[in-house]
């Protein structure tokens, strides 16, 4: 099991920007993909975006131009980069990892931290 750890959220105006971070137990080169959803009050949890063991980065359309996913290997974090934000970026975002052992894949997630942008 990866363990997965997010901080960085908090309560922001509209037009503020934030970063969030996700801590993985262990080597990020080694997971397969990491990535950030989002899940809002009353909806389900969504893509934000991802990143590859590789590097390649991948945004989920509604989401390309104000998000940015980066890491830094020698940290094992991911983080994740939110401008300009809006009322509606309001939600819980949560770190995820999916690797695989063998044949055997694996997915897992953090607790989620919480953001919250007043207008």
């Known amino acids: 099991q990866v363990q997965l750890v997010e901080s960085g959220g908090g309560l922001v105006q509209a037009g503020g920007s934030l970063r969030l971070s996700c801590l993985v137990s262990r080597s990020i080169v080694s997971i397969n993909v990491i990535g950030w959803y989002r899940q809002a009050p009353g909806k389900q949890r969504e893509l934000v975006a991802s990143?590859?063991?590789?590097?390649?980065?991948d945004y989920a359309d509604s989401m390309k131009g104000r998000f940015t996913i980066s890491r830094d290997i020698t940290k094992n974090t991911v983080y994740l980069q939110i401008s300009r934000l809006k009322p509606e970026d309001t939600a819980v975002y949560y770190c995820?990892?999916?690797?695989?052992?063998?044949?055997?894949?694996?997915?897992?997630w953090g607790q989620g931290t919480q953001v919250t942008v007043s207008s």
């Open positions: 990143i590859t063991s590789g590097g390649l980065r």
């Open positions: 995820n990892a999916i690797w695989y052992r063998g044949e055997s894949k694996y997915d897992d």
